[in-house]
Nanobody
């Protein structure tokens, strides 16, 4: 089992920044990638960014250039730094761990960007 605990969400004005954190615990060795997804009201959950074991990263086009995913293996933590936030970034952000034999999800953290 893997447990994921997110933090760092909140209310921010357009153009502002937030850093989300996700701490993993439990069967850490089963994890081969971690990432962030988001789900806005009435929309499907979508990938924001992920980072794999070799350090390779993937970003959604909507956040590319404005967001950076990183990890601190010593703290079992993955971060998502989001800059130049827009109202359309408003969503619940979920941490995801790609693991064997299945993925795990955090409880979500709300990000609200006011205009």
């Amino acid at each position: 089992q893997v447990q994921l605990v997110e933090s760092g969400g909140g209310l921010v004005q357009r153009g502002g920044s937030l850093r989300l954190s996700c701490v993993a615990s439990g069967s850490i060795s089963s994890i081969y990638g971690m990432g962030w997804y988001r789900q806005a009201p009435g929309k499907e959950r979508e990938l924001v960014a992920n980072i794999r074991g070799g350090g390779s990263t993937t970003y959604a086009d909507s956040v590319k250039g404005r967001s950076t995913i990183s990890r601190d293996n010593s703290k079992n933590t993955v971060y998502l730094q989001m800059n130049s936030l827009k109202p359309e970034d408003t969503a619940v952000y979920y941490c995801n761990a790609e693991a064997v034999p299945w993925d795990y999800w955090g409880q979500g953290t709300q990000v609200t960007v006011s205009s």
